[in-house]
Every structure is written in structure tokens, then in C-alpha cells.
């Protein structure tokens, strides 16, 4: 796709989500979408397939897209030269940048999945990016792990993510305690049950 496309792409997801946020509803106008993100309607009636308009998923791979692609270039600076930090700190911490990235998005994400049946359409369709997420995540944190069991681990950390972001969405202060405590909480107790050997060490 060439470079004027992508920008172009972008600036429509990120109006998206942002007329989103200010608003409190879930459907939006193309005519206003493309008039407030600077795109004209002809390019983006080309880059919006036929019938997804209202349909939110589009724009929300392209934002979850975008936004883990930045929150693992950030982990893997932070990571760099980090010799102390365990296993479990790592994982942790790039659990909650996941999450910093997603929190300007909370409001319009709250939108889009209200009623278990989209939170449960928006967890099938993004299933793959969550595991490409978790799979990059451990080969940060762990770069020499076997294949095999690295995506394992991934389902199994993918699984946290998907308990963690049910309290994420359902919660009213503008932070993430509520979300950081239940995800230390979690991670700690696979870790104590002896669950999925290996996804975590002290």
C-alpha cells in the first residue's frame, strides 16, 4: 500500500475513534468522518471495503494495529539494557504499555462493545492480532525460547489480556489501577498454581 494510502487510512481510524470519544453513539456519518479527517470521500469510499463502514472492526484493527506496533518498539527500548527485571516484571510491563496505549481509546472502545454479543464478535475478530502481540511480547522477553512452547505461552497470556481487558472496559476513573492490580493479580496466580509451566518465572 503506498505511503499517501496508509496516512490516509490512519487519519480515518484515528477520527474515527476520536468522533467516538466525543460522542455517544456508535454510528458515524462518512460524510462528516471524511470531512473532519481531511480525506476526501471518493479515496474513502476506496479504502473503506463495501458494507464495513458501520461496522466497527475495520478501524479497530487498524487502531490495534498501529498501537501495539508502538507499544513493542517502546518495550523493546525500555527492555534493552534491562538486566534485572525478572521474567514476570517484563511481561507484566508489556501487558500495561498495551493497555497505556489503549486507554485514550477507552471511551469509544466502551461504545463499540456494549452487549456480550460485540464484546464477543471483537474478541474472534481480533484474536490473531492479540496472539501476534503476545507471540512478539515473549520474543522480546525471551529471544532463545523454543517455538513450540512460545506459543503456548502466547494462548495462555493472550487469555489474561482478554479477562484484564472485560475490567479495563467496564471501568469508570480515567487510569488503570483497576486494571494493573487485576493483571498483576492474574499473572500471579497462574504463576502459584503451576498452570502453564513456564510462562512465567520468579
Known sequence: MKTEDKDSKWKLCNTYFSMLNA???NSINLEELCSKSKVSYDEATKIIPKNSFNNSIFFLKILIAKLDNEALEEFKT???EDTISTTYDKIL???ILRFEKLLEYRPALKIISEGSDRKAEIFF???RQNY????NLLG???NKQNCGLKIIKSIALNIVFVKGIDVFLKDKNNNLDSTLRYLDKHLKDIEDIGLFT?????
Open 78 to 80: 525500555d527492555i534493552f
Open 23 to 25: 460522542s455517544n453513539k
Open 125 to 127: 475478530k481480533l484474536l
Open 132 to 135: 501476534y502481540f503476545m507471540f
Open 93 to 95: 510491563e508489556g501487558l
Open 140 to 142: 522480546l522477553v525471551e
Open 198 to 202: 513456564g510462562i512465567i518465572t520468579k
